[in-house]
Structure formats: C-alpha cells, structure tokens
C-alpha cells in the first residue's frame, strides 16, 4: 500500500509541474495569435492602398509612409536583413513613418503593446510604378517572456 501511495504521489507531483507550464504556453499562444492578426490587418490596409499612394492614415489613425516612387529596387523604410533565407525587420533601426507601437487596449496605460515597422521595396518600369513589396516586422513590447518578432511579406503588382 505503502509502495502504490508513493508512486501515485509522484505522478501526482509531475503532473502538477505541467500546469504552469501549460498556462505560459497558452499566454505565449495568445500573444503570438494577436500579434499575426494585428500585423495581417496592417498589411491588408497597406495592400489595399493603389500603387501610386505614397502615404495613408491607418486604422488606428497613424500616418505611414508607402515608399518614394523616386526610388526603386531598394528597400525603403526600416532596414531589412536576411535571417535564415528570410528577409526579416532590423528592430536595431528605426525611421520615421515607417513604425509606430499599438497598444494591445489603449485603456492600459502600461499594457501590451507591440512595435510594428516595416519597409517598402518599388520596382517601376520607366516612370511607373508596376509593383510594392512590403515587409512587415511585429514584436511585443512589455509583458512577459520572450517572444520572437514576427514576420510578414506581400507584393502588389499592377
């Protein structure tokens, strides 16, 4: 009897250790799930907007620069460095218009937030503008834990 209670409280033990574990996995689930929406949201506005627009007024009221038609074939905006194949946001730099923080509820005035910047590649065929690339870069800010940014990549062409 003796034997059969010291291995069910062991287990007992073991499964207990799992719960924090679970909640901090589910936190970091949520986070991560707000960010992609968030950033997919933001993209979606910036696709939405014709070839030709070099700025625009998002959602949350903030302006964002869309790239110089002056400038083609480069990257516009936050720097943007390869990790593991992968164009990704260089969070080191910041340029103005091309980031700003969302609060995840503005009503909390230290809450969440999330650092969102992004860049802006042209390409023209003579004068005009044929095709945007956005590369866009999300991570939290305050909270708990560590959470890598996130990122997102489209193209709108003519």
């Known amino acids: 009897m003796l034997f059969a209670t010291v291995i069910l409280l062991v287990g007992l033990v073991a499964i207990a250790q799992l719960v924090p574990a679970s909640i901090f996995l589910n936190y970091q689930n949520r986070n991560n799930?707000?960010?992609?929406?968030?950033?997919?949201?933001?993209?979606?506005?910036?696709?939405?907007?014709?070839?030709?627009?070099?700025?625009?007024?998002?959602?949350?009221?903030?302006?964002?620069?869309?790239?110089?038609?002056?400038?083609?074939?480069?990257?516009?905006?936050?720097?943007v460095v390869t990790y593991q194949n992968q164009a990704t946001i260089d969070f080191n730099s910041t340029v103005d218009g091309y980031n700003f923080i969302y609060p995840e509820n503005p009503a909390i005035p230290n809450g969440l937030q999330y650092d969102v910047r992004w860049a802006v590649i042209l390409t023209k065929i003579g004068t005009t503008v044929y095709s945007k690339r956005f590369i866009l870069g999300i991570r939290q800010q305050r909270g708990y834990g560590y959470f890598p940014p996130i990122t997102l990549e489209a193209m709108v062409e003519k």
């Open 33 to 79: 799930s707000s960010a992609l929406v968030f950033a997919q949201r933001e993209l979606d506005q910036m696709l939405d907007r014709p070839l030709t627009s070099t700025v625009f007024t998002n959602a949350e009221g903030q302006l964002c620069q869309l790239g110089d038609p002056a400038i083609s074939n480069a990257a516009q905006g936050t720097n």
